[in-house]
């Protein structure tokens, strides 16, 4: 690369939207369930975990019954966990008494949902964080489009690759990371 735009780059970057965060691995971060009780993310290590920003009011909503589909179907090795947002059109605005009543009564979920949470702009979560900025994930750097993208995190706790809410959860983009 060259020499000049490096450090132009270097000069530029936002420190704002780039942080490298107090954190060894995905595991160390904290969050909380939708029960408002710690979610303890060391506890899936050995299993992949695929991390969607979801909503109850979106085009998208049907895929919950996809993600607990292959949920169901991966379990030994797989943990999806939903995480609800209210950026995208405002398109999660309920309590989270309504949102686990929602995916429960709808979709009969079972797999872990956190807390309501920002997953972009300035009050973005350290979950986002990490997922979204290669100087914490040491593979990329990505934004959320929309809801219902999904982000994919190897047994290591290495990051895999992300998703576009088109994708659906059963696409073998997804799945051909899940045979063992």
Same mark, same amino acid.
């Given at each position: #690369? *060259?020499? #000049?735009?490096?450090?132009?780059?270097?000069?530029?970057?936002?420190?704002?939207?780039?942080?490298?965060?107090?954190?060894? @691995?995905? =595991? %160390?971060?904290?969050?909380?369930?939708?029960?408002?009780?710690?979610?303890?993310? $060391?506890? =899936?290590?050995?299993? /992949?975990?695929?991390?969607?920003?979801?909503? @109850?009011?979106?085009?998208?909503?049907?895929?919950?019954?996809?993600?607990? !589909?292959? /949920?169901?179907?991966?379990?030994?090795?797989?943990?999806?966990?939903?995480?609800?947002? *209210?950026?995208?059109?405002?398109?999660?605005?309920?309590? $989270?008494?309504?949102?686990?009543?929602?995916?429960?009564?709808? /979709?009969?979920? $079972?797999?872990?949902?956190? !807390?309501?949470?920002?997953?972009?702009? $300035?009050?973005?979560?350290?979950?986002?964080?990490?997922?979204?900025?290669?100087?914490?994930?040491?593979? #990329? %750097? &990505?934004?959320?489009?929309? *809801?219902?993208?999904? /982000?994919?995190?190897? +047994?290591?706790?290495?990051?895999? %690759? =992300? =998703?576009? &809410?088109?994708? &659906? +959860?059963?696409? &073998?983009?997804?799945?051909?990371?899940?045979? *063992?």
């Amino acid at each position: #690369m *060259n020499p #000049m735009k490096l450090f132009f780059q270097t000069l530029f970057k936002n420190p704002k939207t780039e942080t490298k965060m107090a954190v060894d @691995s995905i =595991y %160390d971060i904290k969050i909380k369930s939708l029960q408002d009780q710690a979610l303890d993310l $060391s506890q =899936y290590k050995g299993k /992949y975990l695929l991390f969607v920003n979801v909503a @109850s009011k979106c085009g998208f909503t049907p895929q919950y019954k996809e993600l607990q !589909e292959l /949920y169901d179907a991966h379990k030994e090795h797989l943990v999806v966990i939903g995480v609800p947002c *209210n950026q995208f059109g405002s398109q999660e605005p309920g309590s $989270s008494e309504t949102i686990a009543e929602f995916c429960e009564v709808n /979709y009969g979920v $079972s797999f872990p949902i956190t !807390e309501k949470i920002d997953v972009k702009g $300035s009050q973005q979560h350290p979950l986002y964080q990490w997922l979204t900025q290669k100087i914490n994930n040491g593979q #990329m %750097d &990505s934004s959320v489009k929309w *809801n219902f993208q999904k /982000y994919l995190i190897d +047994p290591k706790g290495d990051y895999v %690759d =992300y =998703y576009l &809410s088109t994708t &659906s +959860p059963a696409s &073998s983009k997804i799945t051909k990371h899940l045979k *063992n």
